[in-house]
């Protein structure tokens, strides 16, 4: 990939240039850097097998609510019992020197705490996105990472994904001319039960879980920051699951340079997730373009035409992630998806609330 310096400032301020930065490559015999994760469910399951094919990274520690569940997940992973912890006495981490980072995998509003008492024990955080249920919880963990002086990387994953980093590159190559509008989706019929439904746990509806994807796409798709934020909110199915949160949000935002881009998210029905984007000399699209695997790009510009299917297979995106903050820790690099970018996505989506009318 050719980036001009324009360019790579560009990415770099979205947190992306340096995932393509050659001095950021592992050095060779540096010790792995050894994760514990807190809350072993389902994106758990995906990251910890990511880590096993990295070089730099390992699970050292564990911390669950359930102590069978963690000693199965302990021996599969070589994690000794007595790096099992509770949420009790999570904070006797600090004690762990066999723990260099916190990989916090627990419902949203469960984030600040983990990763302040994270920070407070001494540990570099890898937050899942989104990185909190609003916007001083996002200053407050930005603001005990940078007390405790460790790192704070927000879980965004296609930040660090070939297919989404080709069509960034495309873009800014010039393929598409100049970008006028962006159009982009996510959602799933969400099951009853889920902590995603409660207000208190999820901060919100679908737009904090899987529409974040379509808001942080935007804004490394434009390389810009949106400046007017329309919405509008829904709820269809009156069959209790929506009493606390919102089923559909659609959204539109406008970028400095006049770029408008157009998105929607529910709980309500399944959707691979996409984008497509619309410029003066053509148009690109990337389906299933923020789920583990299956990522389809697809192009026509200036009598070209593109039909790329990406086949890396899960774990790939969670192996590049984690390989990243290793390495970040490793040279003391500043992350591509600090808590800084979190925290704008989230100023984002509180207006985005704000617009529809939903009080966050
Ligand atoms: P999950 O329900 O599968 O796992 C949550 C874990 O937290 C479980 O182990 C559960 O036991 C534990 N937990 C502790 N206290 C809890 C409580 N009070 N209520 C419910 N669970 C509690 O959820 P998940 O799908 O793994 O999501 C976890 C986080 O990861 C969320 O912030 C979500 O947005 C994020 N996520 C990210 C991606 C991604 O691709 N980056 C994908 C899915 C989820």
Redesign the pocket.
Same mark, same amino acid.
């Given at each position: 990939m050719q980036l001009t310096r324009r360019d790579f400032s560009r990415l770099g301020a979205l947190g992306i240039a340096a995932h393509l930065a050659p001095s950021l490559h592992a050095q060779a015999n540096q010790k792995k850097i050894g994760y514990a994760v807190i809350?072993?469910?389902?994106?758990?399951g995906h990251f910890m097998p990511g880590t096993r094919s990295t070089t730099n990274s390992q699970i050292t520690a564990l911390v669950?609510?359930?102590r069978d569940k963690a000693e199965r997940i302990a021996a599969e992973y070589n994690v000794p019992t007595g790096s099992i912890y509770n949420y009790e006495n999570f904070d006797e981490i600090a004690h762990n020197p066999s723990v260099d980072a916190v990989y916090v995998? #627990?419902?949203?509003s469960?984030?600040a705490e983990y990763t302040i008492r994270a920070a407070k024990a001494g540990k570099h955080v890898l937050c899942?996105?989104?990185m909190a249920t609003s916007v001083a919880d996002c200053e407050k963990m930005i603001a005990a990472c940078k007390a405790a002086n460790v790192k704070l990387m927000i879980?965004y994953?296609c930040h660090y994904e070939p297919t989404n980093l080709r069509a960034i590159q495309l873009i800014r190559d010039g393929a598409l001319g100049q970008v006028q509008t962006i159009q982009s989706a996510f959602g799933f019929n969400i099951s009853p039960g889920e902590?995603r439904l409660s207000k208190k #746990?999820a901060g919100g509806g679908p737009l904090y879980?899987v529409g974040i994807y379509s808001l942080n796409a935007c804004r490394y798709l434009t390389g810009e920051e949106p400046d007017h934020i329309s919405a509008y909110a829904s709820v269809i199915d009156h069959d209790g699951r929506f009493n606390e949160v919102e089923e559909n949000v659609s959204w539109t935002m406008h970028f400095p340079s006049g770029i408008l881009t157009s998105c929607s998210t529910t709980y309500g029905a399944n959707m691979d997730g996409y984008f497509r984007v619309y410029g003066s000399k053509g148009w690109l699209q990337v389906d299933k373009a923020f789920v583990y695997e299956g990522l389809h790009l697809s192009a026509e510009y200036s009598g070209k035409k593109l039909d790329e299917a990406n086949p890396a297979r899960d774990p790939s995106q969670f192996q590049a992630e984690a390989e990243h903050f290793s390495r970040c820790i490793q040279n003391g690099l500043e992350p591509q998806s600090p808590g800084e970018e979190g925290l704008r996505d989230m100023r984002y989506i509180t207006e985005i609330y704000r617009s529809a009318g939903i009080s966050s």
């Open positions: 809350g072993l469910g389902r994106i758990a669950s609510g359930h995998a #627990l419902p949203n469960m984030h899942e996105k989104p879980a994953r902590w #746990l879980d």
